[in-house]
């Protein structure tokens, strides 16, 4: 599986961003979706997950600003993120988690830059 994420940028806190992660090589509806962040200096922590069923997780922090999303038809993976803090800055990574065997694959990040 080859990810693709996009989507990043620079905003100012409190606006919004939308991020894509679009997969291709594999069938998508096979496999749980994640998001990940990783700020300077941090570990790289999972944001949000929806699963091949679809359903959704979120990490506390998260929960209420950012909506994680599928859409199989088109392969992609979306995130959400509204209300913005100078915290949520980070590289944003998509994984996608095959639901049948132990493996993984991650896709390149975007950067996210929230100013205050």
């Known amino acids: 599986v080859q990810l693709q994420a996009s989507g990043g940028g620079l905003v100012q806190a409190g606006g919004s961003l939308r991020l894509s992660c679009a997969a291709s090589g594999e069938i998508f509806s096979n496999y749980h979706m994640h998001w990940y962040r990783q700020a300077p200096g941090k570990e790289r922590d999972l944001v949000a997950t929806?699963?091949?069923?679809?359903?959704?997780n979120y990490a506390e922090s998260m929960r209420g600003r950012f909506t994680i999303s599928r859409d199989n038809t088109k392969r992609t993976v979306f995130l959400q993120m509204d209300s913005l803090k100078p915290e949520d800055t980070a590289v944003y990574y998509c994984n996608a988690e095959n639901k049948f065997r132990a493996v993984d694959y991650w896709g390149k990040g975007t950067q996210v830059t929230v100013s205050s």
């Open positions: 929806v699963t091949a069923g679809g359903a959704k």
